[in-house]
């Protein structure tokens, strides 16, 4: 239905359920092939095993990151996935969702809010109020009606904002949203770079709101080959994404930086103005395991942190990958 942005990549399509990834094969194969890296089908596992994951050891230069963001996108087995799914669909996986998350305690419990105009959730007829609305966005957690063109034409943006939401901790470092571009997409923050904490917790959350949808005869839309079943192809497979925001204000002015990101295997996003020199970092392919990714995220950064604190002392640095 669009073409898209000349400057931006997309992949393109969006798959309407699980059933797409089999279906349309001939179709998702490739594209898979493009946005991961490799299609060759490898095993995955529901439960992961974090204890392989490195400890992130960054000494002094451990300064230079400022936070860390963690991401697990999660769709409802046997629901069309957001773009396709009707009104009432909508409604239920929010139901379903919401009394999941309703049973989480202790660092995990918190509040749902629905987006203000929503009228689905029983308690909050009319959604957020306008100061919860402005904490969310403070607090990077608030997500907003879709307004790019692909998004758009994929159905994404259908009867907004009719049954999302923000479930958020009440510790604010763990928060949920539901029915934005998947059924649910889990997020732990920590300030610094404390990757294995968020991570722990994000996957307990997880791991309770499995028992909890499991009691309910539900699951997580899921193939033993690819992984987990997103909305864009492209972030299928374990579905998580590791960002580490981090300070190179000297690092970065190298005319050769993204190369040295890139031989590194991780993806250099920046913040842009009123933030110059502080990057989001973030590693290659989510067909591999949580684990590879995780410790290779921490092995690019540890080497950028590791230059840029020689930088900042004047000393000579040999830009060698693995140096």
């Known amino acids: ?11 393109g399509v969006v798959a309407g359920d699980a059933d797409c990834y089999d279906t ?7 594209i898979l092939q493009v946005t991961l890296g490799r299609i060759e089908k ?18 002094d230069a451990g300064r230079y990151i400022t ?14 996935f957001p773009p396709a799914m009707s009104k009432d669909e909508r409604a239920e996986t929010e139901r379903l969702l919401t009394r999941a998350l309703g049973e989480l305690a202790g660092d995990l419990e918190g509040e749902y809010l629905p987006l203000m105009g929503s009228n689905s959730f029983a308690s909050r007829p009319t959604g957020m109020t306008p100061e919860e609305e402005g904490l969310l966005e403070e607090g990077g957690m608030l997500f907003h009606a879709p307004d790019a063109a692909p998004a758009l034409s994929s159905g994404l943006g259908r009867d907004w904002p009719h049954a ?7 510790n604010r470092e763990l928060a949920a949203w539901l029915n934005e571009e998947d ?15 968020a991570l722990v917790q994000l996957f307990r959350a997880e791991a309770a709101l499995r028992d909890v949808l499991h009691q309910d005869g539900q699951s ?4 033993s080959e690819l992984g987990h079943l997103t909305t864009c192809p492209g972030k299928s497979g374990n579905a998580v994404r590791i960002e580490m925001s981090v300070n190179l204000q000297l690092l970065s002015k190298r005319p050769d930086f993204r190369q040295l990101c890139r031989a590194l295997h991780l993806q250099a996003k920046s913040y842009g103005v009123g933030q110059q020199g502080v990057w989001e970092m973030s590693s290659v392919g989510k067909l591999s395991s949580v684990v590879d990714q995780v410790n290779s995220l921490l092995a690019g950064v540890s080497q950028l942190v590791g230059w840029e604190s020689k930088l900042s002392r004047g000393e000579q640095v040999d830009f060698g990958v693995g140096a």
Request: charged share 25%; glycine share 6%.
């Open 183 to 197: 059924h649910l997409c889990l997020w732990a923050t920590r300030t610094g770079p404390d990757v294995k904490a």
């Open 24 to 30: 349309f094969s001939d179709l998702f194969d490739p």
């Open 164 to 170: 999302r939401g923000v479930f958020w901790t009440n």
């Open 42 to 59: 490898v095993r995955h596992d529901k439960v992961v095993d974090l204890s392989p994951l490195q400890e992130a050891d960054f000494g």
């Open 67 to 80: 936070s860390t963001r963690i991401r697990a996108r999660r769709n409802l087995a046997g629901f069309r």
């Open 220 to 223: 997580f839309a899921w193939s």
């Open 1 to 11: 239905d669009n073409c898209g942005h000349p400057m931006i990549k997309t992949v």
